[in-house]
């Protein structure tokens, strides 16, 4: 059905907007505490339909001295509104970007994205730092 | 009670559309991302009788450098719809048609089938690639 | 994609089978007694695409001096597996064929379908036979 | 399959054991007091096959000078065991058998059974006294 | 088994605590508003084996122009611990004693019992000022 | 804090797709069946922050003689994706739409916002046909 | 226990902060539309002890042709914080206080907190304007 | 109570229906699939009182080159209802029967029965093939 | 609030009926079988203030060559009603009780305590026998 | 919007009363049960906007000779309701205070903060005592 074809403009990962990622002291680096956020309303497209996907993001970390300062992580997160991106590269993109910010000691993100065509999708990155 | 015997035309593996199925390139081979697709609503015959079969699938892989594009991976579990399988031979089918296309590091198959005469009737089958 | 055009053979309304449906005698007619049945496992497909859809069918009656023996009633639901019909037409014809069986005081059809394309429907219809 | 035809002998409905059942004075007669009673783990026979039925029974009634003795009503609902009746007819046995009884200003009985053969059924039935 | 005979001394109904209630004033006597208290943790015993009946207690009343205060409700339900009354009578008592206290409009008081040898009870009754 | 003020481009009414509904023939016109759509993934954006709403919209109605055709209906709600409106006005707006689409007998569009500042919105309006 | 007495100053009923409520136009004022908002993180304090409640408000309305803006609706009902006030008197504070605001066609306040020693207390106060 | 002591006649082990077990070949024997099957609908009875018992039982294992088919499990289950046995002795009874039936890789037993005197009681047993 | 002080008798630990306790014989004392009994109507009271604590106590052993019979278990563990005794002292008393009668391979027992004063206790303690 | 700018006085860390804590004797020293206690209902504020955080703080540990007495532990974590704190740093300060007053084996706090701006927090420490 033609009129179904191409009806939205989706961005490039150039609307992906990484300056606005903030960090803040941690008081207690030494502690090994493990800090998880988790955000349900993570929206982007599909970079051929660009029909929405919706899914929850979970970031979780042992922060090294800096923790990401959380009205900072949504304005980022929310960037990705109309990205078109694979749910598969969601996660590995924000791995990368909050890896740079906070330099922790450990990070794994993890994207559960509602059904598409009936199939919903998790995707899981872990990251540890060698020491 | 004659009028319920052989009531449906039961379709041999032969239904099954392995061609449909397609790879993507996925950006981070190295990442170790883990994916994971769940369908709900699988549907395939019982051999003998051609009663429905219902249950949930679900395929969790760490890929190499390829992704199962999820349109593809739909039809492919639909075309299921009428074939006569044991639901303990479906994710041993599903896991072995997924390794060919994707050369996956590791992926496991689980089906969860509702209850057929009450019983219900859950499988997995794990595969890891030598090293 | 063109590969995704009409790959499945989509059955007419022929294919439903409306004579295999048997009623028993109910030993209270006068009792009012109110009976649910409630079939989770319904399946047909769309008219236009064939893929599937799945959902819930209940079906609520005061029957008068009959009712319908459940293994008929899931073997007649069953036969709508690959019959092409809006969701929205389900309710009635099941109301009908089910009316014509079982003369009814009352009787509501209700189908409960899953998403499609994100969006879910619920389809109900009811008959009071005038006194 | 000949070997499941006719496994299990299944009792008559001389085998409801109706006599078990016990009265005790309510203290609050006038007070219209709504009381529920709900037994989770009612179970009888299909009359034909002779495989089993499970469901919860409802019994709600407004009582006049007498309540049912809990132990009496629970041995009274055990002894249907084994007896083969349609769960649309087992509603309307426990209503007439408990009206009796007790004589109530109103009462209700609902039975609610797990799916057979992939449906369930819910049969409710209801009886006010004339004044 | 004898030795599971008469093992508990069960309080008569003088043991039920009802000087401890109090009332205070409520600064809206005309707003019709409604209240509702919720006591989870309601436990009496069996007249006749001194077993433990466990059950959730709602109070729903219009006030006029008193509230029951919250602590003295505590103590007065703590006070049926080890009491010996019917599921039945427990609604019936509780509400003639806050009717007396609060003169409330309009007063509603259920109970919901835990199962005792599989059955479960609810009883509630309901009181309205004819004005 | 001057960085997170206008991040984003709002855009007006005029992005709804209103052109893009399109009907089809209901074959039971005198059914008076109750259709209801729910879609759980609707999102558009504060007018004044370009904050983004997430939530449910469902539309229940009793059709005349004309479905809505659900792959429209899911493109004309997604096209609200970056539309500035406020929650108790996106009812009104879809009601208004589908009204002149369907000249339904009755319609009810329902809103469930999820939390904005903690403060989670529903809004509904109903519309009947006078006869 | 004398440690545990008066160890919070408690606030009075003026720290409630009711100038900062604000409203704005609503486009359908003869939509007859109904609002829900549910504030699930509502906490005021018990005026004798000062030990905090905690809690859910429901606001449903039916706006004439003004609407309270959230931020300002969120503002008020944080200033309840460290007021000392009984659960019951809130519901009619906050209905007395959004009257004023708004002129509305009719509003309902709830209000369900949490238990406080073992006893949850629900209240609700509804406003209609005579016409 | 002389009336509840010993009203019904309980079956010994010797109503086990063991022969109707039957098993089917596993045409992946290699592939150290995972199979479990869940029936929730399990009863037998008190050696003592003759009371009925209900559960669910889970049966996961390893197949070698056999699976056991679904409809034998089920009649070879139901074979239970009127035998007296204690829960922790039903899981090993089962163990024993389906090792010598599949001669499986590793199989566990687990019945999670529902409360009995207010206690429910979960019973688990494990078999690993020596090699 | 001195009325409060002080209103209910405490039973020391000599009202805990540890000589009611009974062993059955297990009939597969070598089979390791895992065995786990929930209580969830477990209550006692706070040694100070005599007010009720409730909870669920869960006993999870692998059996040598006995079992205990579940109504003796029962009748002990509802002994404790009475008792002003810290839920941290509840699980280690039963778990001390239970070796002696059973001296089981392993034993745990767990106390999930309702909130007191909002906080709500869970207490565990594990016993292996050395070989 | 200036009059959202600091509208409430934010309590320094000295707001928060250690001195409150008590412990008592432990029974069971060597036993090496674990304990935890769960509070839902913790408040803290934002240190920047005043703003408030609700969340779940669970409290688990080993207990060598002494438990913290439950009603000075629920003073104590009140005693943080104005304090503007992180959430990441509450975690540590209570794992802190709790270890100089118990001197346990082991203990872990976890906090699990309710969204703010959509996104929740949990964090989590551990200690474990050098022997
Ligand atoms: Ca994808
Ligand atoms: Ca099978
Ligand atoms: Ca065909
Ligand atoms: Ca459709
Ligand atoms: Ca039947
Ligand atoms: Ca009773
Ligand atoms: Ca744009
Ligand atoms: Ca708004
Ligand atoms: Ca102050
Ligand atoms: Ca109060
Ligand atoms: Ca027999
Ligand atoms: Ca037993
Ligand atoms: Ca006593
Ligand atoms: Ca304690
Ligand atoms: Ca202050
Ligand atoms: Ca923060």
């Known amino acids: ?44 497209v599909c970079p051929w339909t ?15 001295d800096k923790l990401v300062e959380l009205k900072s992580l949504k304005y980022y997160l929310n960037s990705f509104r109309n990205v078109g991106i694979l749910q598969e590269h969601v996660v590995n993109r924000i791995l990368n970007d909050l890896k740079n910010l906070l330099d ?6 993890t994207a559960e994205f509602n059904a598409r065509g009936g199939i919903s999708t998790v995707a ?5 730092k060698e020491i």
Request: aromatic share 14%; no cysteine; net charge negative.
């Open 1 to 44: 059905m033609s009129k179904y074809d191409k009806r939205w403009d989706i961005d490039g990962y150039d609307a992906i907007d990484t300056d606005i990622l903030e960090a803040i002291p941690f008081e207690y680096p030494d502690s090994h505490t493990e800090v998880k956020y988790i955000e349900p309303e993570f929206t982007s």
């Open 50 to 64: 660009g029909l929405p996907d919706f899914g929850t993001i979970t970031i979780k970390y042992i922060p090294s």
């Open 104 to 109: 922790p000691i450990e990070m794994t993100v």
């Open 124 to 128: 899981t990155v872990n990251y540890k």
